[in-house]
């Protein structure tokens, strides 16, 4: 009796741990005109059938990375558990950042003051980093920023709204409030550069 009953909650406990997605999610609203998208995060994820830290990281994997290569998309969902966790706060509260008029929903970056852009609908294999970040796999080395250099370079050329300081800017920035540079195996750090709490100390 004792050994079915082992048997039966073993299964339970297999049965209940979040799996692999496999289907894209169905599509949602978009963001309105001042980028942010007016529904609220739980009823989102509600809609898409994931629980909803799972499904607020993987939307920051397809906002950030919508083409990126899986590792990339991992290493930007560990650097949110990192922050989020550093900062004791939910990953929907860490993702959802911004100014009183949008914050608590998800929205484009430069939609006032954002952490993160959050407006992309995830598909598999944002779901999917999501789920290995969560586990806790974190290749970033307890990163908690991270950013684009070569896409903002291009961002400030054009003038684009929100997009104030070039990736050399950025470095001093990050360097000045005590961060440093990751070096993330298998990304190119023109592409996307990873960042921490400093570790040593500058004599």
Known sequence: ????????????ALLSRPRRATVDPPRQQSPGPDGVIRVP????????????????????????????????????????????????????????????TNKHFFAKQNAGSRWCASHVDPRVEDLNAALVALGGSDPTAGA??????????????????????????????????????????GIAPIRLRFWRRRTTVIS
């Not at 990339?72 to 509260?93: F, G, M, T």
């Not at 684009?160 to 990050?174: N, T």
């Open 1 to 12: 009796m004792l050994v079915t009953i082992s048997i039966a909650l073993a299964a339970a």
């Open 144 to 185: 908690i920023q991270w950013d684009h250099p070569r896409a903002q370079a291009v961002a400030k050329a054009d003038g684009v709204e929100g997009y104030r300081f070039g990736p050399d800017e950025i470095a001093q920035r990050r360097r000045a409030a005590g961060m440093e540079l990751v070096d993330v195996v």
């Open 41 to 100: 995060p739980s009823e989102m994820a509600a809609r898409a059938g994931v629980d909803l830290e799972r499904y607020a990281l993987a939307r920051v994997c397809a906002s950030e990375e919508y083409a990126g290569r899986v590792r990339e998309k991992e290493a930007i969902a560990a650097a949110v558990v990192n922050a989020a966790a550093q900062a004791n706060r939910s990953i929907v509260e860490q993702v959802t950042r911004g100014e009183k």
